[in-house]
């Protein structure tokens, strides 16, 4: 990546004394110069600081919370449910929140609901331990396995796992996502932003703009929304933050963020991230 430097002159042959007052007073003056720099930034901007302080309240608390392996297991596995439920109907599953539940805690099949909406749903529980259990970072090779295990046995063999190799359309979106020629370039380029971005943003930002850019790729044939769901959630609990919950009631709204965010503006992103971040965190208190 691209680094400014700032460079002040302190003077020559100074006592201990003029050296550290000279420290002092130029310290001021690279913060307000790196303050400047900041302030060009639109990323830097998406942030104020009653936010900053919120999420860092946040981290805190899911600190204690991740310490407590017990709590932690319960939380889990409530939200488990939850989230497989919503990101499934966000997509048009028809399986009510307790016929998730039937399937993912008792193991039984409700009654007249087909069976590859039956198997979104148990793929879907197995996309989410994987995502628990990883260790490494983000990259092609863990987003293609997260939708191979996503897809197994709903997608043909050919489309599982694998970059589409046919144009795709979304949904009430006016952006048509990228030719399947340009998805590897495209692809790259957003991890190229990612290794070099992910330390300098805070967290919020980093998750906003790698989940949006990623919804405009579109690199798959189907599944790419709870891909990149899964994905968000890894890298906020990564960063020792809790996971985030977008309900279905909430799509049109999570919709019209993403159809901003097309824009260049992230800040519905990143605000209804927030949002999300507070409602568990008040269930974790």
């Not at 897809?151 to 144009?167: A, C, M, N």
């Not at 919950?245 to 503006?265: D, F, G, S, V, W």
Request: include cysteine; aromatic fraction near 10%.
């Amino acid at each position: 990546g691209k680094y400014k430097k700032i460079r002040v002159y302190l003077g020559k042959n100074l006592s201990k004394k003029k050296l550290k007052d000279e420290i002092n007073k130029k310290g001021k003056i690279i913060e307000e110069k790196i303050n400047l720099l900041k302030k060009q930034d639109p990323l830097f901007n998406l942030l104020n600081e009653k936010e900053i302080k919120e999420i860092e309240k946040i981290k805190k608390r899911f600190g204690k919370f991740l310490r407590n392996s017990v709590a932690l297991k319960k939380f889990l596995e409530w939200f488990e449910v939850s989230f497989t439920y919503n990101t499934t109907a966000i997509e048009g599953s028809t399986l009510s929140l307790e016929e998730v539940s039937l399937i993912l805690i008792d193991k039984l099949s409700p009654e007249g609901k087909s069976l590859k909406e039956i198997k979104e749903i148990e793929n879907h529980k197995k996309a989410f331990e994987y995502i628990l259990s990883y260790n490494g970072d983000i990259n092609k090779k863990v987003i293609c396995k997260l939708h191979r295990i996503l897809t197994k046995d709903i997608l043909p063999e050919k489309y599982s796992g694998k970059f589409r190799d046919v144009q795709v359309f979304i949904r009430g979106v006016e952006v048509i996502p990228p030719k399947p020629k340009d998805i590897e370039n495209e692809f790259k380029e957003l991890m190229k932003w990612y290794r070099k971005n992910k330390l300098k943003y805070n967290p919020i930002v980093v998750g906003a703009y790698f989940h949006a850019a990623f919804e405009s790729i579109h690199p798959f044939i189907d599944f790419n929304g709870r891909v990149g769901r899964l994905i968000l959630n890894f890298f906020l609990f990564k960063n020792k933050l809790p996971m985030i919950n977008i309900k279905n009631e909430e799509k049109l709204k999570y919709y019209k963020a993403l159809k901003e965010a097309n824009k260049e503006n992230l800040r519905y992103l990143v605000k209804l991230i927030i949002d999300k971040l507070k409602e568990i965190a008040r269930m974790l208190e």
